[in-house]
């Protein structure tokens, strides 16, 4: 308990907290991490998220992703710790969330700055023109997805192995980090590049949430709660 008070005591006392959230967070919402025990790749192939792979195999790469993706997120629900983080933009404490996540969940909590470092799921992505459809437009049994301009592949608008990161939100997550005066990061192994590398601009106190350890714990965190996220999240709702 006394490390969840004085997490409290920083997270209060902050006047630019920021998130750094990861699969972990949604674990308990039913959305599988990558990695661990049940993770992802354990049943499936990361090549499936390989640019180049999609490239040449948008049917097979389409397939495993809708039943990865589409199938797991479009009914899933924000658990404690999404309403947690909601709840502190809401009293004015926390000032962003950026998230690895592309499962739009931080959003259905009602959290509004949420940088998504990774893209989303909600957006296709034309190949050919670069233009930009809800995701809606895909008939899911009839896969690759064609744009209806130019003729070309749809991608999720998510980022792959080997794709670039979205400049912007690039360019706002560093922004975040080096103003943080404290950094709450929930569920994730830090371990993706260059996403992993955000943490480390950081100048201030770092809070860490994860039953297991990652690998900022021993290198970075002042405060390391070894806990599931929805659960440590009450707890601390409960302090502030
Ligand atoms: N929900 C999603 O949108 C989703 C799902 C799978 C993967 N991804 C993406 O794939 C990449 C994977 O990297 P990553 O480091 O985020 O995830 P990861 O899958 O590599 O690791 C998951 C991390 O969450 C921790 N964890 C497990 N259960 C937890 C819980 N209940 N509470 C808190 N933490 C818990 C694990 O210990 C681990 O550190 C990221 O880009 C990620 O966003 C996203």
Known sequence: MEKYKKAVELIKNSKNLVAFTGAGISKESGVPTFRG???LWSKYDPIILD??????NPKESWEAI???F?????????N??????ADLEK????????TQNIDNLHQKAGS?????????TRDVVCMGCGRKYPVDVVNFENLPPFCPVCGEVLKPDFVFF?????????????ELMENADTLLIIGTTGEIMPASQLPYLCKGKIIEINPNKSAYTDKIVDIYIPEKAGVAAEILENLI
């Not at 640019?51 to 040449?56: E, G, M, T």
């Not at 009293?91 to 950026?98: A, C, N, P, S, T």
């Open 37 to 39: 025990e049940d993770g």
């Open 51 to 56: 640019i180049d792979y999609f490239k040449n």
């Open 91 to 98: 009293r004015g404490i926390l000032k962003g969330i950026v």
């Open 70 to 78: 589409y199938k797991y997120m479009q009914n899933v629900k924000p």
């Open 66 to 68: 809708r039943d990865i």
């Open 112 to 120: 509004r700055n949420v940088i998504e470092f990774h893209g989303n």
């Open 80 to 85: 404690p710790a999404h309403y947690f983080l």
């Open 162 to 174: 080997g794709e670039p990161i979205p400049e912007d939100a690039f360019r706002k997550s560093i």
